[in-house]
């Protein structure tokens, strides 16, 4: 689904990692693991397309969304919780306001004979065959579940986002993520200054409902219950694991004895 292409990223002379390259297929879940400093965040960045790559590139279909949540967030406090979050489905009511209007138009409008009433018309018929065919989720009730589920009550869905503390604002963000159900989602550090229960809805959320996922975490616990699949940075290099975080502990200590020898 998403390529990887010879990944380099150099700083002042010193290299980060150098023709680094895998494949992120669909379903894949993956921890991207190293020690701090290694280029974790780096790469993240790079796939995301919010990082340059001193050489190589990031290939993939063009229609592919990717989704990046950042340890370090920039938000807009002018909104709620509720409106804020909405954002996730933006394109849809903005297909559904240039429908309305549309159709508007074709009320008051008595030119039939004209190209610009055909126009219309076909504009209409191509926004209402789109519209229609996801009209019946309930967009307000999908917010609603996935911010209860990371620890949202409903009284805080009214309150401005400028009300909440980083922790809770990068939970916002996470939840237009997850609402957006893109094709490749990039966590950095997610569950920082989230609770259990929130956290088990996340790990409930990723193993069932989303597609293909890269997580930098800390937390082992949820790595391990998430992920298939590790990849770990290293040395300016990456060593590639058909296995979860504690498989991969076995597997690498293996490597490194038979590096040893």
Do not use: C
């Not at 990944?7 to 190293?34: P, Q, W």
């Not at 009320?107 to 996801?134: G, H, P």
């Amino acid at each position: 689904m998403i390529d990887v292409n010879n990944i380099s990223v150099s700083f002042g002379g010193t290299t980060l990692f150098s023709d680094v390259s895998f494949s992120i297929n669909e379903n894949d879940k993956i921890a991207l693991m190293g020690k701090n400093g290694a280029g974790k965040s780096t790469l993240l960045k790079i796939i995301a397309g919010e990082g340059k790559a001193t050489s190589g590139h990031i290939s993939g279909p063009k229609e592919a969304v990717i989704a990046y949540l950042p340890q370090h967030l920039l938000t807009h406090d002018d909104v709620t919780v509720f409106e804020e979050t909405s954002k996730a489905f933006s394109e849809v009511y903005v297909m559904r306001d240039e429908l309305e209007s549309l159709n508007e138009q074709l009320n008051i409008r008595t030119d039939y004979d004209t190209d610009d009433y055909m126009k219309l018309i076909e504009r209409v018929s191509e926004l209402s065959e789109k519209f229609y065919s996801i009209e019946e989720i309930n967009y307000d009730a999908e917010v609603e579940k996935v911010l209860k589920g990371l620890g949202f009550l409903r009284s805080d869905f009214t309150r401005k986002t400028s009300e909440f503390s980083g922790g809770w604002r990068m939970r916002i963000e996470l939840a237009k993520i997850l609402l957006k159900k893109p094709d490749l989602i990039l966590l950095d550090e997610p569950t920082n200054h989230m609770d259990i229960e929130s956290i088990q809805w996340l790990e409930d959320f990723l193993i069932n409902s989303a597609k293909a996922v890269i997580v930098i975490s800390h937390d082992r616990a949820f790595v391990d219950n998430i992920t298939n699949r590790t990849i770990e940075v290293t040395m300016g290099r990456i060593y590639d694991y058909k296995a979860k975080y504690t498989h991969y502990l076995q597997l690498r200590k293996e490597r490194r004895e038979h590096q040893l020898k």
